[in-house]
Every structure is written in structure tokens, then in C-alpha cells.
């Protein structure tokens, strides 16, 4: 079945420890997404790869970063976790259709903990 | 400011009843909805989808509702099972981004027996 793969499920990491997070999809979808959920709140993106280019949200941390560097996946890394960090963290994908609608299929999400 | 709004945390339902789960949204520019299932520690699964030209899609037991006027869309769940039990993100987006979902907070649904 085509899907979105994220790796690991649970990462324990330490206050000031880079940590990277793994997307994989097998959807050859255009655009892969990162969001950042925290318990009892809407998941809030972080940012986008629409192919190669990169989309960052204006309000996003300069602590995370992204890499995309082929089609199939996406990492999200965090140079320096702080404990305001810890959260689940979700990819997407979608097809990327620019003139109609487009729906973003998840992944099962990282928790990071943040010790 | 929350442009997606889902003010009910939490409903609960009798096996076999309809749910109704509610969205209100104030950016006029939204124009593609989309609710989306999330079981605990599990990402979101995506549910059923309307775009604004329509005023209703279905898709077996699940029926959306869009009324742009009021900008209010909800989700309906006829009937309801014990496996519907989750969480039930509304969200929305602009036509032609492409890329920015604008989710609202969720709504628990608890379906009973």
C-alpha cells in the first residue's frame, strides 16, 4: 500500500541534542510537509517542500530545519531541543495541485520527548 | 487568531445514533475543507473532503455540509459506531496554495454503547 512512513515513532533525546526526524513516502507525491502538534492543539505547520523548493512559515523557529533530498523523503531537524520542543511531530504529503483541491494524507507522527 | 474553530472539545454519542460534529471558519479565502480522524498516538487519517462549489459530499456513513454564508461546515456520522471513537480535526485551505492546511483544535468523539 502506498504510504507515509516516519521514523522512529518515539525519540528520547537530551535539552541541547540535535535530533533528526525521517520522513518516507511511497505516494510520489510534489510536497512534503512538517507540522508540530503539542497535546489539545491544532497541528501547526512548520513548513513545506513543494519538490526542491523550500517553504518555511514565517513563524517558525530558526531551530528547526529541513532537508528534502529526493523525492521519497524528508527529515526535520531540531539543532538544539529545548523542552518547549517536546511534541509530536507529523509529515504530509499531497500531490501538490496547484489550481484545485489537494488533500495532505499523514503520516503516524514522531512523539519527541525532550529530557 | 484561530481562523478554524471547533468549539465543542468533546461529544458524546449512543451506538447507532448520528454524530454531529461542528466547524466554523472566518477566512473568507478558504475554499477546500477537509475533517480528518486521529486515533491517540496515530497521525491524522484523512475523512472525507468538500470544496466550496459544493454544499454537500457523502461518502458511505460520513456527510459533510458546507454553508458558506454562514461559514459553518459539520461533519456527519450516521450511524455512529464504537470505532468512530477519535479525535476529529476540521481544516481548511485556499484553492491554488496548494500547500497550507489551517487546522482547528478537534473534537473528541466518544460513541457508546
Known amino acids: 500500500d502506498a504510504m507515509v512512513i516516519q521514523n522512529p515513532r518515539y525519540q528520547v533525546t537530551q535539552f541541547g541534542k540535535p535530533v533528526t526526524l525521517s520522513c518516507s513516502q511511497t505516494l510520489n507525491h510534489n510536497v512534503m510537509y512538517w507540522y508540530q502538534q503539542k497535546s489539545s492543539q491544532a497541528p501547526k505547520l512548520l513548513f513545506h517542500?513543494?519538490?526542491?523548493?523550500?517553504?518555511n512559515e514565517a513563524d517558525t523557529p530558526d531551530n528547526f530545519q529541513s532537508r528534502r533530498p529526493n523525492t521519497s523523503f524528508c527529515f526535520l531537524d531540531i539543532r538544539s531541543p529545548g523542552l518547549g520542543d517536546a511534541a509530536m511531530y507529523l509529515c504530509?504529503?499531497?500531490?501538490?495541485?496547484?489550481?484545485?483541491?489537494?488533500?495532505?494524507?499523514f503520516g503516524p507522527g514522531t512523539r519527541l520527548t525532550v529530557l | 487568531d484561530q481562523q478554524v474553530k471547533q468549539n465543542s472539545p468533546s461529544l458524546s454519542v449512543q451506538e447507532g445514533r448520528i454524530s454531529i460534529l461542528n466547524c466554523d471558519y472566518t477566512?473568507?479565502?478558504?475554499?477546500?475543507f477537509l475533517w480528518y480522524k486521529k486515533y491517540p498516538a496515530e497521525g491524522p487519517t484523512f475523512l472525507i473532503s468538500i470544496s466550496s462549489i459544493k454544499d454537500k459530499n457523502e461518502d458511505g456513513r460520513f456527510t459533510v455540509f458546507l454553508n458558506k454564508s454562514a461559514k459553518h461546515l459539520s461533519l456527519h456520522i450516521v450511524p455512529s459506531q464504537p470505532g468512530d471513537s477519535a479525535v476529529y480535526f476540521c481544516a481548511a485551505s485556499e484553492i491554488g496554495t496548494a500547500s497550507k492546511l489551517t487546522f482547528g483544535t478537534g473534537t473528541r468523539l466518544q460513541v457508546t454503547l
Open positions: 477566512n473568507s479565502m478558504f475554499d477546500y
Open positions: 517542500y513543494y519538490d526542491k523548493d523550500f517553504n
Open positions: 504530509a504529503t499531497s500531490r501538490g495541485f496547484r489550481g484545485g483541491t489537494d488533500t495532505q494524507y
